[in-house]
C-alpha cells in the first residue's frame, strides 16, 4: 500500500513555485525553479508538439533531437523512430544527433564534447535531450552555453524527455561532465519542460529504474554529510529547505519499493516524482550537496578508476545505491562510537606537502598522465586549507557534540537497515560485485577511503581521515 505523499507533486510546477515561496531560508536565496512545465503519464510524450508550441517554438521550426546510440522502446515500439515521426507530422525541421558510445557502449559526457553539439546551432532552434543522465547533462550544457554565449537571443527552448528513471539530472540547473577525467559538477541551467512518459520510463532496462532509486537514497546520508560541513565551517551556507522538498522519502520509498521494482506505471511515477524533486532539491540551494556526499564521492572514483581496472562503467545510481549503504554503515557507527573526550586534535591537521605526495601517490598510479592527481588536489587543497582555519569550530563541536550535534545527525541519517531494505525489496544491488560490471572488493574499498580527496566537498570521510580511524 502507497499511503505516504510527496510534500508537493512536481508535475504541478506552480504549486512547486508557490510552497517554495513559502519557505523561510536562512539567506533568504532560494533560486527560482525556471522550468515551465513538467508533465508525468503514461501517455504524455504525444504532447511534445504542444509543449513545443507553449514554449513558443511553432510547427516549421528547427529541432535539434540528441539522442545516444542506445536502441530504445516505448513498449514495442522503436522510441527514436516515433518521435521523429511526431515531430515531423506536427511539421517540425527535426535533426537527430547521435552522441558516440565508447568500446564499452557508453557515452562519457565530456565537457570538450559539448562543444560538439554547439556547433552549427542557430538561434531559434530548439534542443530535445532524449535519453538518460549522460545525454541529458551534455544537451543541457549545450542549451546552457548558448544562452551564455548569445544574450541578446531569447533563451533556448530545451526539453527534456527522460529515457530512464535513472538520475537526478532532469530537473537540475547543473551538469556533471568530465574535466580531466574527473566529475565536476557545473552550474547550468534547467530545461524548458520536461516529459516523463510512463510507457518510456516502464520499456527502459529494470537496472536502470533500481539505479534511479539507488542515486534517490543519497538523500540519506548526504544531509549528515552537509550539516557537517556547516558545522565545521567548511561551506557557508545550509538549508533544510531541500529536507522539506524531499520529506518522508523514506516512508515513500519503503511504501513503493516494490512497485517500483516489478516496473508498474505506479511504481515509476513515485519515483519519476522523486527523482524531479531531488533536482529541484539541489537546485533551490544552487548547490548538490543535499543529494550528494560520501556517496556521491565514492561513485564518482569507482567511474574514475574503472579503465585502470578494464571495465566499463557501472550504472551511478546503482553505485550510488551500493555506496549509500556503506555511507550509512560510516554514519551508524560513527554516531555509536565518537567520543569528542578522546579527540587528539594536534593529530587532526595534517600538513599540505604531505597531503600533496599522499594524493600524488595515490591517483598516479590509477592515472599516470598525472592529470587527475592535479585536478584532485586543486580542489583538495582549499579543503584542507579550510579545515584548517576552522580548528576553533571543530573545537566547539566537540564540545558541543551530545548536546546538540549527535542527535541532530542522527536525525538527517537514515539508518542503513532503511536503506538495505528499500533496496532490497526493489531488487536493486546491495554490494559492488552485484553492480554490473562487478566491481571488486579491491576497487571499492579505494573508492570508499579516497573519495573525499577528489573535492572540496566536506563529507563524513573527511573527518574520519582526520581523526585518523
Ligand atoms: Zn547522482
Request: aromatic residues 10%; charged residues 20%.
Amino acid at each position: 500500500m502507497i499511503n505516504t505523499t510527496f510534500t508537493v507533486d512536481p508535475a504541478n510546477i506552480a504549486a512547486v513555485k508557490r510552497w517554495l515561496a513559502t519557505q523561510d531560508d536562512p539567506r533568504d536565496q532560494l533560486r527560482s525553479i525556471d522550468i515551465d512545465e513538467i508533465l508525468i503519464g503514461p501517455g504524455v510524450l504525444l504532447d511534445l508538439p504542444f509543449v513545443l508550441q507553449r514554449a513558443g517554438v511553432n510547427p516549421g521550426s528547427k529541432v535539434l533531437l540528441v539522442v545516444d546510440e542506445t536502441p530504445m522502446f516505448r513498449e514495442d515500439v522503436d522510441l527514436k523512430r516515433f518521435v521523429r515521426d511526431l515531430l515531423y507530422v506536427a511539421g517540425y525541421h527535426e535533426t537527430m544527433c547521435h552522441l558516440e558510445h565508447d568500446e564499452y557502449g557508453q557515452v562519457h559526457a565530456e565537457f570538450e564534447d559539448v562543444e560538439g553539439l554547439l556547433w552549427g546551432l542557430e538561434p531559434g532552434t530548439a534542443l530535445i535531450a532524449l535519453g538518460s543522465g549522460t545525454v541529458t547533462d551534455m544537451v543541457k550544457h549545450a542549451a546552457y552555453l548558448f544562452d551564455q554565449r548569445h544574450p541578446e537571443e531569447h533563451p533556448m527552448v530545451y526539453i527534456c524527455i527522460p529515457t530512464a528513471n535513472s538520475v537526478t539530472a532532469y530537473a537540475a540547473n547543473m551538469a556533471v561532465l568530465l574535466k580531466d577525467g574527473v566529475k565536476r559538477t557545473l552550474p547550468s541551467r534547467f530545461p524548458t519542460a520536461i516529459i516523463s512518459d510512463l510507457r518510456i520510463l516502464a520499456s527502459a532496462p529494470k537496472a536502470m529504474t533500481l539505479a534511479g532509486l539507488g542515486d534517490c537514497c543519497a538523500r540519506f546520508v548526504a544531509y549528515g554529510d552537509w550539516y557537517l560541513a556547516s558545522a565545521l565551517g567548511l561551506v557557508d551556507y545550509y538549508s533544510e529547505v531541500p529536507l522539506a522538498l524531499l520529506n518522508n522519502l523514506d516512508k515513500i520509498l519503503m511504501e513503493a519499493a516494490s512497485a517500483i521494482g516489478q516496473r508498474s506505471h505506479k511504481g515509476e511515477a513515485i519515483l519519476a516524482r522523486a527523482l524531479l524533486l531531488a533536482g529541484i532539491a539541489q537546485s533551490v540551494v544552487n548547490m548538490s550537496a543535499p543529494i550528494s556526499g560520501t556517496e556521491h564521492v565514492t561513485s564518482h572514483v569507482l567511474d574514475m578508476i574503472a579503465s585502470h581496472y578494464h571495465r566499463g562503467l557501472a550504472l551511478h545510481g546503482a553505485q550510488v545505491g551500493v555506496a549509500t549503504l556503506t555511507a550509512a554503515r560510516l554514519y551508524q557507527n560513527f554516531l555509536d562510537t565518537f567520543d569528542p573526550r578522546t579527540v587528539r586534535f594536534d593529530t587532526c591537521y595534517p600538513e599540505h606537502e604531505r597531503m600533496k605526495v599522499h594524493i600524488y601517490q595515490l591517483f598516479d598510479e590509477v592515472d599516470p598522465t598525472g592529470a587527475m592527481a592535479k585536478e584532485c588536489w586543486r580542489d583538495y587543497s582549499k579543503k584542507l586549507a579550510q579545515w584548517q582555519d576552522n580548528r576553533s569550530l571543530f573545537e566547539q563541536f566537540c564540545q558541543s557534540w551530545y548536546e546538540i550535534h549527535s542527535e541532530k545527525l542522527a536525525s538527517l541519517v537514515c539508518p542503513p537497515t532503511i536503506v538495505q531494505q528499500i533496496l532490497a525489496n526493489a531488487g536493486a544491488p546491495l554490494l559492488p560485485q552485484e553492480l554490473e560490471p562487478s566491481v571488486s572488493w579491491e576497487e571499492y574499498d579505494f573508492a570508499v577511503n579516497n573519495g573525499h580527496f577528489i573535492r572540496t566537498r566536506f563529507v563524513l570521510s573527511d573527518l574520519l581521515y582526520f581523526l585518523g580511524a
